[in-house]
């Protein structure tokens, strides 16, 4: 233990805290980008998003069950969740492309429901317990004190995943179209490229995203029906704080609202929910669009 | 599976019943007028969060209640009339609550009222029901229900009480475990009425209390509270919180090791949420009203477990679930003992109750009616299960006595 202190906190302790809200940054980060991904293309606020989370857990755990595999499961539960997305963009959601933001809106949170019910009949109500794999089990020392091993992993993981969404969007050309699409639907489609095809597939994405991130928290709080419900919540305020649309937005604002998380619960634990709720309030005070947001935009 | 199986089909049920309270109101009004006092099924109002985190546990609850109306029904029930039980979901939302319990008692006139779950709520079924004379027999912890302000001549509480609870369990962990304390609690009245109950048993053995950490209810993540209360290295951590809190914030102490240097101790440490929690709880300590392995030593407990393994495919009740079998049974031999329905007479009766239901010794006390009954202090295990829900190792009890609640006059009833 250190004997500098700030605010009456060691330092140890105020720097073990930093890294706590890194790693639930890190879940933050994943969650909001898939959000912001497909609100930033195609204007869709997928309310759905949360209950891809948990159905991503419950593939990934149910795999895990079989295969005893995390890996294979961390592959697999976005690979799931892909293909969920890409059959409910194509029944559900493109029939309601040109009708504003509320149809969409309605309808992703009705399917929100009918997905959290069905999980329900097929598994219960009791949840399945779950927990990080042998090998990223226990806790390591940082320096400055023991951390779990599984969180480090993850902020590592999620730096990976976004390194690689960046370099697909910013570097390949694909990635060009859907950056393209976002800014200007109608032109990308008179030069020619189906534009609903690039929905489909950023659709897909975005709920591979939240598979992913479902399957990765997994171990952090086990698995039940409503564990997506108040990630919605967290993944909206990260969009809304980003800038709704904006990837670096999403990464950034993950990261700080995880920081304020674990900085907030340090000097008042009981104000920690309102206090992601106050710098969403703060920083729509100071810019309205979010911190890197801009009309229409994949930024 | 099975659980998701049986509650469609209660709901069904329920949707079904009302559909058919819909159709015909003439026709039931005739039957109620016939029921009222004589003939007629005895109703009994149950209303639990069936939806909502607590889905788990109620489900559990109508199971053992339906099993308390089926061996009342097979016994012949009471002057020839059976009982039958209104299941409705309270969706853990008192104004909820509040509304379905006013429908029971105004339109589908049922006689007694049992039933509930988390604090708040059954404290307004009970506000619900006292205004209006009815009998509601409380299954879910509570301080609050037992002090004059909120109790009524008709209130009965068949649950422990979070004083009980955390008491049983500081007397049993504190002297064992060690002096320096830290609290990590939700923060609304379940939480502060547990951590009441520890600080009061830890007064014998001078706890010092080094954080009391509130977190609200329902976080998603405790991980952001850990490392200070790691850094404090306490002897005991006491999670006062219920449910999936619990299971999700003993996950997270457990990853961030603090069972190293601390235990881990729940107030209430349910079956349900062991077996959600899987080997995250290994090793945590608490308390609980019922615990199926109570059949080894008491025999209503193997009687109660072998008519629900009976019903229910092999399961076994949980906690909760035994508090909803307990809870409409004490109604029900109350009106033997009566000899009646009527409301003044079901309480006399219900207060002079001596009864041995599943679990050992219970009665209510006059003052407050308060369930006395024993406390079980378990430790949760994940090693050495000769079934998947051996989950708990009994490691002791502390008997039914009125010493272990608090006084009646501390609780504003006039002597």
Same mark, same amino acid.
């Given at each position: 233990?250190?004997?500098?202190?700030?605010?009456?906190?060691?330092?140890?302790?105020?720097?073990?805290?930093?890294?706590?809200?890194?790693?639930?940054?890190?879940?933050?980060?994943?969650v909001?980008?898939?959000?912001?991904?497909?609100?930033?293309?195609?204007?869709? %606020?997928?309310?759905?998003?949360?209950?891809?989370?948990?159905?991503?857990?419950?593939?990934?755990?149910?795999?895990?069950?079989?295969?005893?595999?995390?890996?294979? /499961?961390?592959?697999?539960?976005?690979?799931?969740?892909?293909?969920?997305?890409?059959?409910?963009?194509?029944?559900? %959601?493109?029939?309601?492309?040109?009708?504003?933001?509320?149809?969409?809106?309605?309808?992703?949170?009705?399917?929100?429901?009918?997905?959290?019910? !069905?999980?329900?009949?097929?598994?219960?109500?009791?949840?399945?317990?779950?927990?990080?794999?042998?090998?990223?089990?226990?806790?390591?020392?940082?320096?400055?004190?023991?951390?779990?091993?599984?969180?480090?992993?993850?902020?590592?993981?999620?730096?990976?995943?976004?390194?690689?969404?960046?370099?697909?969007?910013?570097?390949?050309?694909?990635?060009?179209?859907?950056?393209?699409?976002?800014?200007?639907?109608?032109?990308?489609?008179?030069?020619?490229?189906?534009?609903?095809?690039?929905?489909?597939?950023?659709?897909?994405?975005?709920?591979?995203?939240?598979?992913?991130?479902?399957?990765?928290?997994?171990?952090?709080?086990?698995?039940?029906?409503?564990?997506?419900?108040?990630?919605?919540?967290?993944?909206?305020?990260?969009?809304?704080?980003?800038?709704?649309?904006?990837?670096?937005?999403?990464?950034?604002?993950?990261?700080?609202?995880?920081? %304020?998380?674990?900085?907030?619960?340090?000097v008042?634990?009981?104000?920690?929910?309102?206090?992601?709720?106050?710098?969403?309030?703060?920083?729509?005070?100071?810019?309205?669009?979010?911190?890197?947001?801009?009309?229409?935009?994949?930024? | 599976?099975?659980?998701?199986?049986?509650?469609?089909?209660?709901?069904?049920?329920?949707?079904?019943?009302?559909?058919l309270?819909?159709?015909?109101?003439?026709l039931?009004?005739?039957?109620?007028?016939?029921?009222?006092?004589?003939?007629?099924?005895?109703?009994?109002?149950?209303?639990?969060?069936?939806?909502?985190?607590?889905?788990?546990?109620?489900?559990?609850?109508?199971?053992?209640?339906?099993?308390?109306?089926?061996?009342?029904?097979?016994?012949?029930?009471f002057?020839?009339?059976?009982?039958?039980?209104?299941?409705?979901?309270?969706?853990?939302?008192?104004?909820?609550?509040?509304?379905?319990?006013?429908?029971?008692?105004?339109k589908?006139?049922?006689?007694?009222?049992?039933?509930?779950?988390?604090?708040?709520?059954?404290?307004?079924?009970?506000?619900?029901?006292?205004?209006?004379?009815?009998?509601?027999? !409380?299954?879910?912890?509570?301080?609050?229900?037992?002090?004059?302000?909120?109790?009524?001549?008709?209130?009965?509480?068949?649950?422990?009480?979070?004083?009980?609870?955390?008491?049983?369990?500081?007397?049993?962990?504190?002297?064992?475990?060690?002096?320096?304390?830290?609290?990590?609690?939700?923060?609304?009245?379940?939480?502060?009425?547990?951590?009441?109950?520890?600080?009061?048993?830890?007064?014998?053995?001078?706890?010092?209390v080094?954080?009391?950490?509130?977190?609200?209810?329902?976080?998603?993540?405790? /991980?952001?509270?850990?490392?200070?209360?790691?850094?404090?290295?306490p002897?005991?951590?006491?999670?006062?919180?219920?449910?999936?809190?619990?299971?999700?914030s003993i996950?997270?102490?457990?990853?961030?090791?603090?069972?190293?240097?601390t235990?881990?101790?729940?107030?209430?440490?349910?079956?349900?949420?062991?077996?959600?929690?899987?080997?995250?709880?290994?090793g945590?300590?608490?308390?609980? !009203?019922?615990?199926?392995?109570?059949?080894?030593?008491?025999?209503?407990?193997?009687?109660?477990?072998?008519?629900?393994?009976?019903?229910?495919?092999?399961?076994?009740?949980?906690?909760?679930?035994?508090?909803?079998?307990?809870?409409?049974?004490?109604?029900?031999?109350?009106?033997?003992?009566?000899?009646?329905?009527?409301?003044?007479?079901?309480?006399?009766?219900?207060?002079?109750?001596?009864?041995?239901?599943?679990?050992?010794?219970?009665?209510?006390?006059?003052?407050?009616?308060?369930?006395?009954?024993?406390?079980?202090?378990?430790?949760?295990?994940?090693?050495?299960?000769?079934?998947?829900?051996?989950?708990?190792?009994?490691?002791?009890t502390?008997?039914?006595?009125?010493?272990?609640?608090?006084g009646?006059?501390?609780?504003?009833?006039?002597?």
């Amino acid at each position: 233990m250190s004997a500098i202190t700030i605010g009456g906190f060691p330092l140890d302790l105020l720097a073990l805290q930093l890294v706590t809200g890194i790693a639930l940054g890190a879940i933050y980060v994943l969650v909001g980008i898939g959000l912001s991904l497909i609100f930033g293309l195609m204007n869709v %606020v997928n309310f759905a998003h949360g209950a891809f989370f948990m159905v991503g857990a419950y593939v990934g755990v149910f795999l895990y069950g079989y295969t005893g595999s995390f890996w294979l /499961s961390l592959v697999a539960a976005p690979l799931a969740m892909g293909l969920l997305g890409l059959a409910v963009e194509r029944v559900l %959601v493109r029939p309601l492309y040109g009708r504003g933001i509320d149809d969409p809106l309605l309808l992703t949170f009705g399917l929100s429901y009918v997905m959290v019910e !069905s999980v329900r009949i097929a598994f219960g109500l009791t949840g399945l317990p779950f927990g990080a794999p042998p090998e990223l089990r226990g806790a390591v020392d940082i320096g400055i004190g023991y951390f779990p091993l599984y969180r480090l992993f993850l902020i590592g993981f999620a730096l990976a995943v976004v390194g690689a969404l960046w370099l697909f969007i910013e570097r390949t050309p694909f990635g060009l179209v859907i950056r393209a699409g976002a800014r200007d639907p109608q032109i990308v489609q008179v030069l020619g490229i189906e534009i609903t095809k690039i929905w489909l597939a950023v659709f897909a994405l975005g709920c591979a995203l939240a598979g992913l991130a479902g399957i990765l928290a997994a171990p952090l709080q086990g698995v039940t029906p409503e564990m997506g419900i108040p990630v919605l919540a967290e993944a909206f305020v990260v969009t809304v704080v980003g800038g709704m649309g904006s990837l670096a937005g999403a990464v950034l604002a993950g990261l700080i609202v995880g920081i %304020v998380v674990a900085m907030t619960s340090l000097v008042a634990p009981d104000m920690t929910k309102m206090a992601i709720f106050a710098l969403m309030a703060l920083v729509l005070l100071v810019r309205p669009r979010g911190l890197l947001g801009r009309a229409g935009a994949l930024g | 599976m099975g659980t998701g199986f049986d509650r469609r089909r209660l709901l069904q049920g329920s949707a079904a019943a009302s559909a058919l309270a819909l159709a015909a109101p003439a026709l039931l009004r005739s039957a109620i007028a016939q029921g009222g006092s004589t003939g007629g099924p005895i109703r009994i109002g149950f209303p639990v969060p069936l939806t909502g985190a607590f889905g788990a546990e109620a489900n559990d609850q109508v199971r053992a209640a339906q099993l308390a109306v089926k061996a009342f029904n097979e016994a012949g029930g009471f002057q020839g009339r059976t009982a039958e039980l209104l299941v409705r979901d309270d969706k853990l939302n008192p104004g909820e609550a509040a509304t379905r319990t006013l429908e029971l008692i105004e339109k589908d006139k049922v006689n007694f009222l049992v039933g509930g779950l988390s604090a708040a709520v059954t404290l307004s079924i009970n506000n619900v029901a006292r205004e209006r004379g009815v009998i509601y027999n !409380s299954i879910s912890q509570s301080d609050a229900i037992n002090e004059a302000k909120d109790f009524g001549r008709t209130t009965f509480h068949e649950a422990l009480n979070p004083h009980m609870t955390a008491g049983a369990v500081g007397r049993y962990v504190f002297p064992k475990s060690g002096k320096r304390v830290a609290f990590l609690s939700a923060d609304y009245a379940y939480g502060h009425e547990m951590m009441r109950g520890f600080k009061r048993a830890g007064e014998a053995s001078g706890i010092e209390v080094v954080a009391d950490i509130r977190h609200p209810i329902g976080a998603s993540d405790y /991980s952001a509270f850990l490392p200070r209360i790691a850094a404090l290295k306490p002897d005991v951590l006491c999670l006062c919180n219920f449910g999936r809190d619990q299971v999700v914030s003993i996950q997270q102490a457990t990853e961030f090791g603090l069972k190293r240097n601390t235990k881990l101790v729940a107030p209430v440490l349910l079956f349900t949420a062991r077996k959600a929690g899987g080997d995250a709880f290994d090793g945590v300590i608490g308390g609980t !009203s019922y615990y199926w392995r109570l059949e080894d030593s008491v025999p209503s407990a193997k009687a109660f477990n072998d008519r629900f393994r009976a019903a229910y495919n092999g399961a076994v009740p949980s906690d909760y679930g035994a508090l909803g079998y307990a809870g409409v049974r004490s109604v029900l031999e109350g009106v033997k003992a009566a000899g009646s329905v009527e409301t003044d007479k079901v309480v006399a009766a219900m207060e002079a109750l001596k009864a041995d239901f599943y679990k050992g010794p219970q009665s209510f006390r006059k003052c407050d009616h308060q369930s006395v009954q024993s406390v079980l202090i378990v430790e949760a295990k994940s090693k050495d299960m000769k079934t998947p829900d051996d989950v708990f190792t009994i490691l002791g009890t502390e008997g039914p006595d009125e010493r272990f609640l608090r006084g009646c006059d501390e609780l504003g009833h006039k002597a």
